[in-house]
């Protein structure tokens, strides 16, 4: 299993970023796949999920609104597009799967928001 975030970046506050993550190594379309972040000198948190059907989705209270998940089943990509920043939305960004009982994380990606 692999996992690879692409996207992240220094915005201003009210600004948009749009994250992506490409899979392989395993059948992409049978699984969900989620979006954590982790801000500085906190626990990573599960910010949006989408299930692998593209229909289903969860986000966290924090972004909701502001977030969107997306998946393409045929490329084999989960996206995150992010909207209307905030600092608090400054973190590590990771994308992740839960495949026969194990998870599987990216490397993340760097999100900062300030001016």
């Known amino acids: 299993v692999r996992l690879v975030e692409s996207g992240g970046g220094l915005v201003q506050p009210g600004g948009s970023l749009r994250l992506s993550c490409t899979a392989s190594?395993?059948?992409?379309?049978?699984?969900?796949m989620n979006w954590y972040q982790q801000a500085p000198g906190k626990e990573r948190v599960l910010v949006a999920q989408i299930t692998s059907s593209g229909y289903g989705f969860y986000y966290a209270n924090s972004v909701k609104g502001r977030f969107t998940i997306s998946r393409d089943n045929v490329k084999n990509t989960v996206s995150l597009q992010m909207n209307s920043l905030t600092p608090e939305d400054t973190g590590v960004y990771y994308c992740h799967t839960f495949i026969r009982g194990a998870g599987s994380w990216g490397q993340g990606t760097q999100v900062t928001v300030s001016s």
């Open positions: 190594g395993f059948t992409f379309r049978d699984y969900n």
